[in-house]
């Protein structure tokens, strides 16, 4: 348990009652903001989903979901998602929606082996969209063009905020800066990962590094993603591989970078069966989800999540996500925390 606790914090909203205010501002905003940009619909979501169809969220592979039986369903396991990577694929296809348009939908998950820290809690609350693509889409060209229109989403609801809160003074550059995860490494060779990316963020204010999970020239991915979800693997137009990535912003509160969102476009038949193949999980391909696809039976698309609590809390300068949302903390944690002005709720 990793605690940063900023020198001179405090709430700069005066109280939590206009904390709460400004919680709801932001959420309203920003996905009226988010669909509009990217011509999203709102739909319901799924809390849990059936153990052993594939749909859950792998994360990292790792991370085990919260899972229980089901009485009336003679003792069927389900799990708590941790994401709806995979399910809201499923749903684009259950709606045919067309190219050019897609949904999103308030997500609500459990991840118990998170490690709690000052951005990452046990309960996980982000937009999770999606949205149809042609094969003309797969290419970093159209990823950057998407995620220029969720930063602009973003930049939108901080000139706004700062009309309701005129303490909340908005800092985000103008521009995002682009950078594949090799070229991350080649700048920074002698830096951890996070290391580069907070020397990125600092440098730019707003970054967006791609190729997330693709292996680079020191052997390792620049951080871990599931084989099934975002493509990582297949070599783009720019002379790297991957069409996926993570949304990076700058945090003068807790002088790191900040990831918001991690997205992409998702695996075709072709790069499913390449990257179960480089993970060792061919035995996937029998999953309800993996047969679907590889049997051409889902729409090609982009997606990803964009943290809810973890976009308040940017937005509105806290240092800690606990101070946005409710959760189970430490109590060494808590304790800690009210020593720094910092009240968790």
Same mark, same amino acid.
């Given at each position: 348990?990793?605690l $940063?606790?900023?020198?001179?914090?405090?709430?700069?909203?005066?109280?939590t @009652?206009?904390?709460?205010? #400004? $919680?709801?501002?932001? =959420?309203?905003m920003?996905?009226e903001n988010?669909s509009?940009?990217?011509?999203?619909?709102?739909?319901?979501a !799924?809390?849990? %989903?059936?153990t052993?169809?594939?749909?859950?969220d792998?994360?990292?592979?790792?991370?085990?979901? %919260? #899972?229980? !039986?089901i009485?009336?369903?003679?003792?069927?396991?389900a799990?708590?998602?941790?994401?709806?990577a995979?399910? =809201?694929?499923?749903?684009?296809?259950e709606m045919?929606?067309?190219?050019?348009?897609?949904?999103y939908?308030?997500?609500n998950?459990?991840?118990?082996?998170?490690?709690?820290?000052?951005?990452?809690?046990? *309960?996980?609350?982000?937009?999770?969209w999606?949205? %149809?693509?042609?094969?003309?889409?797969?290419?970093v060209?159209f990823?950057?063009?998407?995620?220029r229109?969720? *930063?602009?989403?973003?930049k939108?609801t901080?000139n706004?905020?700062?009309? +309701?809160?005129?303490?909340? @003074?908005?800092?985000? !550059?103008e521009?995002i800066?682009?950078?594949h995860s090799q070229?991350?490494?080649?700048?920074?060779?002698?830096?951890? !990962?996070? +290391?580069?990316e907070?020397?990125i963020?600092k440098?730019y204010? #707003?970054?967006f590094v791609?190729?997330?999970?693709s292996?680079?020239?020191?052997?390792?991915?620049?951080?871990g993603?599931?084989?099934?979800y975002?493509?990582?693997s297949?070599?783009?137009?720019?002379? *790297?591989?991957g069409?996926?990535g993570?949304?990076?912003?700058w945090?003068p509160?807790?002088g790191?970078?900040?990831?918001?969102?991690?997205?992409?476009?998702r695996?075709?038949?072709?790069?499913l069966?390449?990257?179960?193949?480089l993970?060792?999980?061919?035995?996937?391909s029998?999953l309800y989800?993996?047969s679907?696809l590889? #049997?051409?039976?889902l729409p090609?698309s982009?997606?990803?999540?964009i943290?809810q609590s973890?976009?308040?809390?940017?937005?509105?300068?806290?240092?800690?996500?606990g101070?946005?949302?409710?959760?189970?903390?430490p109590?060494?944690?808590?304790?800690?925390?009210?020593?720094?002005?910092?009240?968790l709720?």
């Open positions: 348990m990793t $940063i606790k900023p020198a001179g914090y405090r709430n700069l909203l005066g109280s @009652e206009n904390t709460e205010k #400004a $919680i709801k501002h932001v =959420k309203d920003f996905q988010l509009a940009q990217l011509a999203l619909l709102r739909v319901t !799924p809390m849990v %989903v059936l052993g169809t594939g749909i859950n792998d994360l990292n592979g790792i991370e085990r979901p %919260v #899972a229980f !039986p009485k009336d369903m003679d003792e069927r396991r799990e708590v998602v941790h994401s709806l995979k399910w =809201k694929r499923l749903k684009l296809g045919n929606i067309k190219p050019g348009r897609g949904i939908t308030d997500m998950a459990l991840r118990p082996d998170e490690e709690l820290d000052n951005i990452h809690s046990l *309960y996980v609350d982000q937009w999770d999606e949205k %149809v693509i042609t094969p003309e889409d797969r290419n060209e990823l950057k063009k998407t995620v229109r969720i *930063y602009e989403a973003i939108v901080e706004k905020l700062y009309v +309701e809160f005129p303490q909340i @003074e908005p800092f985000l !550059p521009e800066h682009f950078i070229q991350l490494l080649d700048l920074h060779p002698d830096l951890s !990962p996070k +290391e580069r907070n020397a963020a440098e204010g #707003a970054v791609i190729g997330i999970g292996e680079l020239s020191n052997g390792e991915p620049h951080d993603r599931a084989a099934d975002d493509d990582w297949t070599p783009n137009e720019e002379g *790297y591989n069409l996926n993570d949304l990076l912003l945090n509160v807790l790191n970078a900040f990831e918001i969102s991690s997205m992409g476009i695996v075709d038949e072709t790069a069966r390449r990257q179960l193949s993970r060792g999980q061919e035995y996937k029998g989800f993996h679907k590889l #049997a051409g039976e090609l982009i997606g990803g999540g943290g973890r976009l308040c809390m940017y937005l509105l300068r806290k240092a800690h996500i101070e946005i949302q409710s959760s189970i903390w109590e060494t944690m808590r304790t800690e925390c009210r020593a720094a002005g910092i009240d709720v």
